[in-house]
């Protein structure tokens, strides 16, 4: 368990740091109409139905039980 622990410690990354200059944007890309396109080809309309998303999650589906 020692060991384990030990390994674990050795491999946590340390905190990446970077300058401004160093940064670079992050690209985003959305489905539309059945294929994918970056937002920033977007026109100022499809931005604002992009931001205005409503987003869901699904619940799995409960088993049934037997009479």
């Given at each position: 368990?020692?060991?384990?622990?030990?390994?674990?410690?050795?491999?946590?990354?340390?905190?990446?740091?970077?300058?401004?200059?160093?940064?670079q944007?992050?690209?985003?890309?959305?489905?539309?109409?059945?294929?994918?396109?970056?937002?920033?080809?977007?026109n100022?309309g499809?931005?604002?139905?992009?931001?205005?998303?409503?987003?869901?999650?699904?619940?799995?589906?409960?088993?049934?039980?037997?009479?």
């Amino acid at each position: 368990m020692i060991e384990t622990q030990e390994i674990s410690r050795a491999t946590e990354a340390a905190p990446v740091v970077l300058r401004d200059d160093e940064r670079q944007r992050c690209e985003v890309w959305t489905r539309v109409m059945g294929y994918h396109r970056p937002m920033a080809s977007f026109n100022t309309g499809k931005k604002g139905e992009f931001h205005e998303r409503t987003y869901f999650t699904e619940r799995s589906c409960r088993p049934t039980l037997a009479a």
